[in-house]
């Protein structure tokens, strides 16, 4: 009985050490997720494109290029910004969103983030009236 015991608190324990360390690293996770966010206290500047084409989904929103107009010309080679959904992501890639008539983009923050080509910034935007 004693071996039986013996192996039904070393069971019980191996589950209590999981489930706490999957705590531990979703939490830890959830941190570097945000980690580059940072929002203002007031709306900021306007963007002046009114389409974005989606490049790449993320965790916390969409980096998308925005549209430049040259010589009649619509192409996304605009400046990268990043729609911030906070997890309720509905973009996929190359989407192209359009910012609807009454309403604009309007910067609320900077991303930081790594790429191939060393460390970016770009401004965190939502659409608003």
């Known amino acids: 009985m004693g071996k039986f015991i013996c192996f039904i608190l070393g069971l019980v324990t191996g589950v209590v050490l999981t ?27 306007e963007m002046t494109a009114r389409k974005y084409e989606v490049i790449q989904v993320i965790p916390i929103g969409a980096l998308a290029r925005s549209e430049e107009i040259s010589y009649g010309q619509s192409t996304f080679l605009g400046p990268v910004v ?17 910012v609807p008539k009454g309403k604009r983009v309007v910067q609320v923050g900077t991303y930081q983030y790594n790429s191939a080509v060393g460390n970016r910034t770009v401004p965190i935007v939502r659409i608003m009236q």
């Open 82 to 98: 990043l729609f911030y959904t906070e997890g309720q992501n509905a973009h996929y890639d190359d989407e192209v969103i359009k």
């Open 19 to 45: 489930i706490g360390g999957l705590v531990v690293l979703g939490a830890l996770s959830q941190a570097e997720e945000t980690s580059g966010v940072t929002m203002f206290d007031q709306p900021g500047e």
